[in-house]
């Protein structure tokens, strides 16, 4: 079975910072990757995905994400966060043997103050 | 365009009760998801509808679930007597047939059990 964890489960940053979360998975066979993202009171969307080629993936408002194999990791990236990315952020894989279903991390918070 | 729907966004009800969960997802989607979002579980896998096939009911956590998909199109998820430990948000998501396609998710019906 697949796992996936998030190392970070509270985040608190200031306006320009850069953030790095964290997301290592578990399953020995080809695996898809995805981040998604909840901000207060609405519903999960996707900020980028993973299937195969260029290891570095970019997304939607300026995120991005590795795919390292060798570390079974996809962290994901922001040079410099704003307020408005307060919100909880999930990574998800599914394996290309299962019928797509997401596993997810926990899940980390990440607070920015303006 | 329309994005997943679910229905109601909240149910209270007390132990011992039927509930049902309804969603509509985006026109087109032969794929459908049911999760559970709740505090100490996370984001957890319950059951996966694709076209005609039989569905995958793998992560259901008890036989009091259980879900139907009619005509393809809308899904109704009914939890038969109701526990405390039922209470979470249950999120509906659905995907176009495809490899390379995300799931796009509902806005949730948050489950209270008195």
């Known amino acids: 079975a697949q796992s996936v964890s998030q190392h970070n489960h509270h985040v608190i940053l200031s306006e320009a910072a850069s953030l790095e979360l964290g997301c290592n998975y578990s399953?020995?066979?080809?695996?898809?990757l995805f981040w998604y993202v909840q901000y207060p009171g609405q519903h999960l969307q996707l900020l980028l995905k993973?299937?195969?080629?260029?290891?570095l993936v970019k997304g939607i408002k300026g995120f991005e994400a590795e795919f390292i194999k060798s570390k079974f990791s996809f962290n994901l990236r922001k040079p410099s966060v704003q307020w408005s990315d307060t919100a909880e952020y999930f990574c998800?894989?599914?394996?290309?043997?299962?019928?797509?279903?997401?596993?997810f991390g926990g899940g980390t918070r990440l607070m920015v103050k303006p | 365009g329309a994005g997943v729907s679910q229905s109601p966004s909240n149910k209270v009800t007390e132990k011992g009760k039927d509930v049902e969960l309804r969603c509509d997802p985006i026109?087109?989607?032969?794929?459908l998801y049911w999760y559970r979002q709740s505090l100490g579980q996370g984001l957890e896998f319950l059951i996966y509808?694709?076209?005609?096939?039989?569905?995958?009911k793998s992560g259901l956590p008890s036989d009091r679930f259980s879900a139907e998909r009619t005509g393809g199109s809308v899904s109704t998820l009914t939890i038969q007597r109701t526990q405390q430990e039922d209470s979470a948000v249950y999120l509906c998501?659905?995907?176009?047939?495809?490899?390379?396609?995300?799931?796009?998710f509902g806005p949730g019906t948050r489950l209270t059990v008195l």
């Open positions: 026109s087109g989607h032969t794929a």
């Open positions: 998501a659905s995907r176009l047939a495809g490899y390379y396609n995300e799931q796009f």
């Open positions: 993973y299937f195969s080629g260029d290891p």
């Open positions: 509808f694709q076209g005609n096939s039989a569905p995958d």
């Open positions: 399953y020995g066979g080809t695996v898809n």
């Open positions: 998800a894989v599914t394996s290309a043997n299962a019928g797509n279903m997401l596993t």
